[in-house]
């Protein structure tokens, strides 16, 4: 399976910008997809999760800004960011499971400036 990000940039603090994750098979009966992101000189962190039965979850640094969501017939997994911070800065990653196997993304920059 392969997982291609796309929707990234920059953006000034309070903006919005929506990722898109399209995958190269169904996702229909996939586990849970969801996004990670990566700032410079830190760990890669959780951000959202989205289940097969579309319960999401968020991580408090997100929540109330940022939406996960998907679309089986497009094979996409996306994620609307409002209200950004310059901490949001990072590398997104999108990230899959299926049949206990995990695949993520090559990642795409998200750069908001203050």
């Known amino acids: 399976v392969q997982l291609v990000e796309s929707g990234g940039g920059l953006v000034q603090a309070g903006g919005s910008l929506r990722l898109a994750c399209v995958a190269s098979?169904?996702?229909?009966?996939?586990?849970?997809m969801g996004w990670f992101r990566q700032a410079r000189g830190n760990q890669r962190e959780w951000v959202a999760t989205?289940?097969?039965?579309?319960?999401?979850s968020y991580d408090d640094s997100v929540k109330g800004r940022f939406a996960i969501s998907k679309d089986n017939n497009k094979k996409t997994l996306y994620l609307q960011m409002n209200n950004l911070k310059p901490e949001d800065t990072a590398v997104y990653y999108c990230?899959?499971?299926?049949?206990?196997?995990?695949?993520w993304g090559r990642g795409i920059q998200v750069t908001v400036s203050s």
């Open positions: 990230h899959g499971l299926w049949s206990y196997s995990n695949y």
């Open positions: 098979e169904s996702i229909h009966s996939m586990t849970r």
């Open positions: 989205i289940t097969v039965d579309g319960t999401t």
